[in-house]
């Protein structure tokens, strides 16, 4: 049973820096590309950003790109966000998210964690 679970959520002063953290179990993580969403009030989930398998690939919303990066780390089977220049409208949920390689879907998400950044 895949288990994907997010930390490192909070609230931040415009400007400031987030990093969040997703722990997988149950998978075999290297086989899985990861993805971060997130799910503002009122707005439609948007997709955040992407990493492949071997972290070779990475893929950014315009909104973020430049301020925010993902990484992985295939031994502890976690990957990560880091968010810098943070804005009010990058208050959401966020969430990450897992897809094998080689589908087209995420299949397995996390539960997400709160992001709120203040003005």
């Known amino acids: 049973q895949v288990q994907l679970v997010e930390s490192g959520g909070g609230l931040v002063q415009a400007g400031g820096s987030l990093r969040l953290s997703c722990a997988a179990s149950?998978?075999?993580?290297?086989?899985?590309?990861m993805g971060w969403f997130r799910r503002a009030p009122g707005k439609e989930r948007e997709h955040v950003g992407a990493?492949?398998?071997?972290?070779?690939?990475?893929y950014y919303a315009d909104s973020v790109k430049g301020r925010f990066t993902i990484s992985r780390d295939n031994a502890k089977n976690t990957v990560y966000l880091q968010m810098n220049s943070l804005k009010p409208e990058d208050t959401a949920v966020y969430y990450c998210?897992?897809?094998?390689?080689?589908?087209?879907?995420?299949?397995?998400w996390g539960q997400g964690t709160q992001v709120t950044v203040s003005s």
């Open positions: 990493i492949s398998w071997s972290g070779g690939s990475t």
């Open positions: 998210a897992a897809r094998e390689r080689g589908n087209d879907v995420y299949d397995d």
């Open positions: 149950g998978l075999t993580f290297s086989s899985f590309d």
